[in-house]
């Protein structure tokens, strides 16, 4: 059954090579794949690893081809409607859930004959539930193109259609839930009971563990459990599946096949409830496969399972590679099947503990093993998605885990018992509540130490990771296992590029980043020791806050100098109150300017009086550099009244005009003698309303840097704009092409 697992990681390669480089010679490169199997068969007799590179060749091309198919046959219709709009008739699948925009909802569109899962956004917030329906005009976007965050998660999840209201909509109500969305009924109810009957604090973390729904899920929370290393607690996941499986074998007295008929629909229905993630649905087909060799009395060979699991999956939607849920499930599960046994049996080897080694430490030893197999295999996917490699981790996991199991337990039965009493089920939440904030306060302790986790922001830090997979791929191959060596040098790399990360920017007297945030702004000025921020912005507000917070704290900065906000747009103020719950300041200077949405009330309410308010020019000198801000002209909102900020070293000049346009340049041409630039950030985006040629004579920048997102809806930058750029011959950097800006001297 091993050819299996060879055959699976051919068929996973196949399907991540259409996924992240999908050409049009797919078949080609199907049939030379095929050619090639077949020649390592024929030379099977005379090579010993010939026969598995034959069947991992096999996968590659069957799994190419399937990828082909898919693609064609799939997937068609809906590439089709990538930029039409059409009156259509969606039938919703799941709750709505609010957006700032309105509201957003899974539904199912028919088209020739095949329901595509679409995720519809309408203008207004609207309350539906499944099997109602939404008939109106919608303009179409094709999710499998570009590889941005959003969408790979759309691929993963089956969604190839985004669809946007367009004008009025009729909506349909279905006041019976159809069989096929019973499972978002269920979760519904559950959430209800959840929080009905839990504490405000710690409702949020029970809905997560039993459901995975994190909406309820703090900012600091969330921030506190990745860098501890505990995010997938509160990601439904093969940990849940177990803990389920763990107490039907207990309820059923250990009788195989009474577990296995009763736990297969159970498990089956906790995943339909959890909404099938890649994650959960692993685990699910993993664990009736354990079943069924209890019913059937098989032995379990995990490897086998896994493989079997990644197959039918990849067959059901092979886009769903593409997945982070899906790369940590199969990584942690390959590396608790791998590695997990010899770790362990190091751990406990008689030499060590002696031949009577106590339970306890035994069981220590057990969750050791997994914890460590588990993280070798996963942290390369957890730097490179997260950007943050929590150094903690195994301790926490050693301090919550074995609760996590009690508190899954309890949230159980407090739903089982809400149905029959209110009152009851809120005395027992209460209980479990307790073991909730004491893991809520494991993972705010371990957070807080000084180097809990560190950031692949730094390059010195991606190069220790790389550093570390080596060395230890030398000791496999050596067949040696020099724990404290390995330890050592580990622990030395690490102390050096935590050393250089620290002290790069303190060597420069000019450094600029303009982080990527998408269609927003996040700039980082530095000098020296001095680090000011202007603006921290972008398509997600967490996302913003989290990309500039560890940037900052990956240069050894957790306290900045200043924080400048332009204006009071979520494309430039969004991120910054959660940014200021990791990060310290000495001041914020916000603009006195109207403020429709309250943001200058929120920060005075969360840093006090280090807000300023900027109602006039203002100069600050500090050590070699200089910044200037001048005020808005106007006590209007809007663009126009955004603070322009010029930063000055000896040898630097950087212009910073926020979201003004050519009025709010030419008044500040007006009023203000400006230097010659050597960088200028594109105001509003590249909007064609901005940068006039004006302001380009006055202040004859050489680079011109633009922050803006891929594929905005805005259109931004502008074509006019670019060629104004091009033709004044200014050097031309945009986020959305070359991603976070860096910028020394």
């Not at 690893?49 to 399937?66: D, T």
């Not at 096949?257 to 909404?275: K, R, S």
């Not at 010029?646 to 926020?658: A, R």
Request: proline letters at 3%; charged letters at 15%; aromatic letters at 10%.
């Amino acid at each position: 059954m091993r050819k299996l697992m060879w055959f699976s990681i051919g068929f996973l390669a196949a399907c991540a090579f259409g996924t992240y480089c999908y050409i049009n010679g797919l078949m080609i490169i199907a049939a030379v794949c095929m050619v090639a199997a077949v020649i390592l068969a024929v030379a099977a007799r005379r090579l010993g690893f010939a026969r598995m590179a034959a069947v991992v060749c096999v996968g590659l091309s069957l799994g190419l081809c399937w990828f082909w198919v898919y693609d064609a046959v799939f997937l068609k219709q809906a590439r089709h409607m990538d930029g039409r709009t059409e009156e259509v008739t969606f039938i919703v699948r799941d709750y709505s859930y609010e957006t700032p925009y309105g509201s957003a909802v899974d539904a199912t569109l028919m088209m020739d004959g095949h329901p595509y899962k679409t995720r519809v956004y309408l203008d207004q917030v609207q309350r539906l539930k499944p099997g109602d329906r939404i008939i109106g005009d919608f303009s179409f976007r094709y999710t499998t193109t570009g590889g941005s965050q959003e969408v790979l998660y759309h691929r993963s999840e089956g969604i190839f259609l985004l669809a946007y209201q367009e004008g009025q909509c009729v909506y349909e109500r279905f006041w019976s839930t159809p069989l096929a969305d019973y499972p978002a009924l269920w979760r519904d109810k559950l959430t209800r009971t959840i929080e009905a009957a839990f504490p405000k604090d710690t409702a949020g973390f029970a809905k997560a563990l039993l459901m995975g729904d994190r909406s309820d899920i703090s900012y600091e929370t969330s921030t506190d459990f990745k860098v501890s290393g505990i995010s997938h607690i509160i990601a439904v996941s093969g940990l849940h599946v177990s803990i389920l499986f763990g107490l039907i074998y207990f309820l059923t007295g250990k009788r195989r096949v009474l577990t296995a008929l009763l736990g297969i629909p159970i498990v089956l229905m906790f995943a339909a409830v959890a909404g099938f993630t890649p994650s959960i649905t692993r685990a699910t087909i993993m664990q009736i496969l354990i079943m069924l060799a209890l019913l059937v009395g098989k032995e379990y060979d995990p490897p086998t399972s896994l493989s079997f699991a990644a197959l039918v999956m990849l067959l059901v939607n092979p886009l769903v590679v593409s997945s982070i849920s899906f790369q940590l499930s199969f990584a942690c599960m390959a590396g608790i099947v791998f590695l997990g046994e010899p770790i362990r049996a190091w751990l406990l080897d008689e030499s060590r503990f002696g031949r009577y080694t106590s339970r306890i430490i035994k069981s220590l030893c057990v969750s050791v093993s997994v914890s460590v197999s588990a993280t070798v295999f996963t942290m390369p996917l957890v730097a490179l998605h997260f950007g943050t490699v929590s150094l903690v981790s195994i301790v926490t996991n050693l301090l919550t885990l074995w609760v996590v199991t009690y508190i899954f337990y309890g949230i159980i039965l407090v739903c089982l018992i809400g149905i029959f009493s209110a009152g009851a089920a809120s005395i027992l939440a209460w209980i479990v509540s307790w073991l909730i904030r004491y893991v809520l306060g494991a993972a705010d302790v371990m957070a807080s130490f000084p180097l809990a986790a560190v950031y692949t922001k730094s390059v010195y830090i991606v190069a220790w990771l790389v550093f570390c997979y080596v060395l230890l791929g030398i000791f496999i191959v050596l067949k040696k296992k020099p724990v404290v060596l390995f330890g050592c040098l580990v622990t030395i790399g690490l102390c050096v590029s935590i050393s250089l990360s620290w002290l790069e920017p303190m060597i420069w007297e000019c450094r600029m980043m303009m982080l990527d945030v998408g269609q927003g702004q996040c700039i980082l000025l530095q000098s020296g020791g001095r680090t000011f921020l202007v603006d921290c912005g972008g398509d997600y507000g967490e996302d913003s806050a989290d990309l500039a917070a560890e940037t900052l704290l990956s240069q050894g900065i957790s306290r900045l100098d200043g924080v400048i906000l332009t204006h009071y747009d979520a494309d430039h103020s969004g991120g910054l109150e959660y940014l200021l719950t990791r990060i310290d300041t000495e001041l914020v200077l916000v603009p006195d300017i109207e403020d429709e949405h309250g943001v200058a009330d929120r920060l005075r309410e969360q840093v006090g009086e280090a807000v300023v308010v900027v109602s006039k020019d203002m100069t600050a000198s500090c050590d070699s550099a200089q910044l200037q801000l001048y005020a808005p002209f106007s006590y209007e909102s809007g663009n126009e009244g955004s603070i322009c900020v010029l930063f000055q070293t000896e040898n630097c000049d950087i212009l910073i005009t926020g979201d003004r346009g050519a009025v709010g340049e030419r008044l500040l041409l007006r009023g203000q003698e400006l230097p010659q630039v050597d960088i200028l950030v594109v105001g509003h985006h590249g909007s064609k309303h901005s940068t006039s040629q004006e302001l380009l004579d006055a202040v004859q920048p050489t680079y011109a840097f633009i922050s803006v997102g891929e594929g905005n809806r805005y259109g931004h930058p502008a074509d006019v704009i670019l060629q104004r750029l091009l033709e004044f011959g200014c050097i031309i950097f945009r986020t959305d092409d070359n991603g976070t800006i860096i910028f020394r001297r």
